[in-house]
């Protein structure tokens, strides 16, 4: 359009120029001391213009002359420019093929270009790492100085690699000192979550365990299985944790009603019964027991049983009672009916019990436990052959 808009301009005053030589046919007269040439007005335009023309294209060639040295040198200089992204390039391929000391290699090669530019910051950084993954800390630590000058905002790569590096030595305190830099510049990012994660486990803080791994499953770096993992060993920590009746208040309260039916159901009631809460032991053996038949939640009730009251004791044992009408055949319930008989000195009904244990699933506790009621009755007989057969249990047992 521009080029349009000149044609129409030079035309124009082309047209303007012929009007006037037209209208005006004049001479131009030149004096030099004592000579005067006469030149007809038209010829001496024609001729001023031919001189300007001329002289525009040997200044312009002479300016091509002399501007041919900074030329080449700008030239030169985009070409090592182009051959540093090249590099960085190979570098960051070699990378994530896994080729660290190729990726060394190709980022010195972009350091030592002083047209690098910008290239130089990533260089620094694939450097740094390519040299971690190679275990060669002395080249590494050259790196990260060099990556130390740069804006506080480019560091964040060097406080995730020193924060990893430190939580491998198992240097605590390093490891903090650098991930609480990194979340100055960036606390979202997915990396440096998953560092403050391993830190958090690492100091059994089971709450920021919970936290991180909330982020982490919301933010899909971690699948549903790890992020279970992760919370059990919380929940888990913060049960071990409690100390008393208001802590393991707390903390219940902070576990999903189906992990407390389920996976950590025992280890709430054995929390309840290690803190002398027998009543609420029982209650809640009672509770989940029903949807969730676990021995181990049996064991905590006839231990925990057996620190209650004589009202309170009947009725526990009223209720694991009713757990027997609805699944007869259990063998395990119908043990630790048989263990609650025998702390109430029921003789006969432990018997009973022991004996319809033994009668589903022989095993080596029921006869030592029938033993025990044997020689209650003073039927030593019965003890000893008991005791017997579940020696021979033991040895028929395959050895781990």
């Known amino acids: 359009m521009k080029g349009l808009i000149w044609t129409i301009i030079l035309f124009a005053v082309a047209a303007g120029l012929a009007v006037a030589a037209?209208?005006?046919?004049?001479?131009?007269?030149?004096?030099?001391?004592?000579?005067?040439?006469?030149i007809n007005l038209i010829a001496f335009i024609i001729g001023l213009l031919v001189l300007v023309a001329v002289l525009y294209l040997l200044f312009g060639l002479l300016a091509g002359i002399l501007n041919v040295p900074g030329r080449m040198q700008r030239f030169g200089t985009a070409r090592k420019g182009r051959k540093a992204t090249v590099d960085l390039n190979a570098a960051g391929l070699a990378f994530f093929e896994g080729r660290f000391q190729k990726t060394e290699e190709e980022a010195a090669k972009v350091l030592a270009n002083k047209e690098a530019g910008d290239n130089r910051t990533l260089a620094l950084m694939l450097g740094a790492h390519?040299?971690?993954?190679?275990?060669?800390?002395e080249l590494r630590d050259r790196y990260l100085q060099e990556i130390e000058h740069l804006p506080q905002k480019q560091q964040l790569s060097r406080y995730l690699l020193l924060a990893e590096s430190a939580l491998s030595r198992r240097d605590y305190e390093a490891a903090r000192t650098n991930i609480t830099a990194a979340t100055q510049i960036n606390p979202t990012l997915t990396r440096l979550v998953k560092l403050q994660l391993r830190y958090a486990l690492d100091h059994g803080d089971a709450a920021e365990a919970l936290e991180r791994t909330?982020?982490?499953?919301?933010?899909?770096?971690?699948?549903?299985?790890?992020?279970?993992?992760?919370q059990d060993w919380s929940y888990r920590r913060l049960l071990a944790l409690a100390g008393d009746a208001s802590a393991l208040k707390a903390c219940l309260k902070r576990i999903p009603e189906k992990e407390k039916s389920s996976s950590l159901c025992v280890a709430i009631a054995e929390k309840y019964a290690a803190l002398g809460l027998y009543n609420d032991a029982v209650d809640w053996v009672g509770k989940y027991y029903p949807q969730?038949?676990?021995?181990?939640?049996?064991a905590v009730f006839v231990h925990s049983v057996n620190f209650l009251g004589g009202r309170e004791q009947r009725k526990a044992i009223d209720m694991a009672e009713g757990w027997l009408k609805a699944n007869p055949q259990d063998a395990d319930l119908l043990l630790y009916l048989g263990q609650l008989a025998?702390?109430?000195?029921?003789?006969?009904?432990?018997?009973?019990?022991?004996?319809?244990?033994?009668?589903?699933r022989p095993g080596m506790q029921a006869r030592?436990?029938?033993?025990?009621?044997?020689?209650?009755?003073?039927?030593?007989?019965?003890?000893?052959?008991?005791?017997?057969?579940?020696?021979?249990?033991?040895?028929?047992?395959?050895?781990?």
């Open 22 to 38: 037209s209208i005006y046919s004049g001479n131009v007269y030149i004096v030099a001391e004592q000579t005067m040439i006469r």
């Open 130 to 137: 390519a040299a971690d993954q190679m275990d060669d800390i």
């Open 214 to 230: 909330e982020k982490l499953l919301k933010a899909g770096a971690i699948n549903e299985n790890e992020a279970a993992q992760y």
């Open 292 to 298: 969730n038949p676990q021995s181990g939640l049996l």
């Open 342 to 360: 025998y702390s109430q000195q029921l003789w006969g009904k432990a018997q009973g019990y022991l004996e319809a244990s033994l009668a589903v």
């Open 368 to 400: 030592l436990a029938l033993a025990k009621v044997f020689d209650e009755t003073g039927n030593t007989v019965k003890a000893d052959e008991q005791r017997m057969l579940a020696l021979e249990n033991v040895a028929g047992q395959p050895a781990d």
